[in-house]
């Protein structure tokens, strides 16, 4: 048998203010406050992310994530995909390293020129002046673009850097760590992503001015 609500004890009910409104308002200001905090953070945290991509040639991370699929026959190795994959990772590799020491300009006639750096000044490569004192006056002093000892630095960190984005790629790891046990795993997830911290961080503390061929920035 149902039991009646006494109608005053309805009435006190619906007369009972409503406090959770502002234990709401404060929660919700609350999370307001920490977000703003945190938004600057995430945002300098996706722009270090999205800065990363300008420390390698374009080129050459495109040419290898293109062709490390196929070479590594998707992971399925044989000997040949083995012998095709380290071809593949010395060239790109050794691209990261001549990239390093292009640099970029534009001559006295707004023209772009590119150009290796040598221990004297910058080879140009797309030279088109017909004498000696018309490249002087279009190129001006080439000497400043000579090379540094921070060339050096930045093509050795380069390399170090593509080397973790290639063992990062999942064909790569299964071609020549199939048989890895759990400590060649470990290395695998944890080397890569130390060198690819110190290779940053090395970057952005020795930034360079060269304007090397192939770079987004």
């Not at 048998?1 to 709401?24: Q, V």
């Not at 995430?42 to 800065?51: E, G, Q, R, W, Y």
């Amino acid at each position: 048998m149902a039991e009646t609500m006494d109608p005053e004890i309805g009435e006190e009910m619906k007369e009972i203010p409503k406090s959770s409104p502002s234990r709401d308002t404060t929660t919700n200001n609350n999370q307001g406050w920490y977000s703003s905090q945190t938004t600057p953070v995430i945002d300098k945290t996706l722009s270090s992310v999205a800065n990363l991509a300008q420390l390698l040639p374009t080129g050459t991370v495109l040419a290898f994530q293109a062709l490390s699929s196929s070479f590594t026959n998707h992971g399925t190795c044989h000997t040949s995909n083995k012998y095709l994959s380290l071809v593949l990772i010395v060239s790109c590799s050794l691209s990261c390293i001549f990239f390093s020491f292009t640099d970029s300009f534009i001559g006295s006639n707004n023209k772009h020129y590119y150009g290796v750096a040598t221990l004297k000044g910058l080879y140009v490569f797309n030279d088109d002046s017909i004498t000696d004192e018309e490249k002087k006056q279009r190129f001006g002093d080439l000497n400043k673009y000579k090379i540094r000892f921070l060339d050096y630095v930045h093509a050795f960190f380069s390399v170090l850097l593509f080397l973790t984005v290639s063992l990062g790629d999942a064909s790569i790891q299964e071609c020549f760590f199939n048989n890895g046990g759990v400590n060649v795993k470990e290395l695998l997830v944890n080397l890569p992503l130390g060198a690819g911290v110190l290779s940053s961080l090395v970057f952005m503390v020795f930034p360079t001015t060269r304007k090397g061929i192939g770079y987004s920035g």
